[in-house]
């Protein structure tokens, strides 16, 4: 392209690239800008932004069955799983307890939830903090969303994996990117506390899931 002395080429026989073909070009770039760029869906912020606020406050992994209060128990904060990151965040984001809803869902449907454990009924100090319970319940809410290519994870998705091939663990799409700017960052607790880190596809993914209560 020549360069342009008001509005003039330098030389006479040289083209001109029409400025309003510049600026479509210029917009047509934009367009295919990585979805980074693209507004992040309010709820989904809200949410990301509640699982980050856990980052350097949860800073131990500590599985530890505990008695909690009912509803809205908790351990203590700088404690927990990866399951209690997904807990803590929709509570502070939408005032949405899993805790009780995933209990009053397996009180009307306890036949339909993993029996791993050998109960016999209901716990609601633990059965959240279990991530095939949680798999479950976001599936029996209509959440659950097919496992597939990189672009089909948005911020605020929740991932489930399975880590040594039997660890089950789960974990909040971020709104941030990789530094090669191909796949989001991912809030979780996968053993050092909260933490914002490049580990999408780091583990066999066995559930994709958009829940916004």
């Known amino acids: 392209m020549s360069r342009l002395i008001n509005n003039r080429p330098e030389s006479g026989n040289r083209r001109v690239f029409p400025l309003s073909l510049f600026f479509l070009s210029l917009v047509l770039s934009l367009l295919h800008l990585p979805a980074a760029h693209a507004q992040t869906d309010p709820r989904a912020a809200a949410l990301i932004k509640a699982a980050r606020a856990q980052i ?3 800073r131990v992994y500590d599985g ?3 008695r909690l209060a009912y509803p809205n128990g908790d351990v203590a904060p700088e404690r927990g799983v990866c399951s209690d990151v997904v807990i803590r965040a929709y509570r502070q984001a939408f005032g949405h307890d899993l805790q009780q809803a995933l209990h009053q869902d397996m009180k009307k449907s306890f036949s339909a939830y993993p029996r791993h454990w050998g109960l016999k009924k ?3 100090n633990i059965d959240h903090r279990r991530v095939p319970n949680l798999q479950t319940f976001f599936t029996r809410q ?3 969303l097919q496992n ?3 672009q089909d994870y948005r911020p605020g998705d929740l991932v489930t994996q399975t880590i040594a091939e039997r660890l089950p ?3 909040i799409v971020s709104d941030k990117r990789s530094t090669d700017g191909q796949r989001y960052l991912v809030i979780h607790n996968i053993g050092a506390g909260a933490r ?3 580990r999408l596809f780091e583990f066999p993914i066995t559930g994709h899931f958009r829940y916004f209560p």
Do not use: C, M, N
Request: aromatic share 4%.
């Open 142 to 144: 209509g959440a659950k």
């Open 64 to 66: 530890a069955y505990t």
């Open 196 to 198: 914002e880190e490049d």
């Open 169 to 171: 663990h789960i974990l």
């Open 56 to 58: 350097g406050v949860t």
């Open 122 to 124: 209901p716990d609601p």
């Open 148 to 150: 597939s290519a990189t």
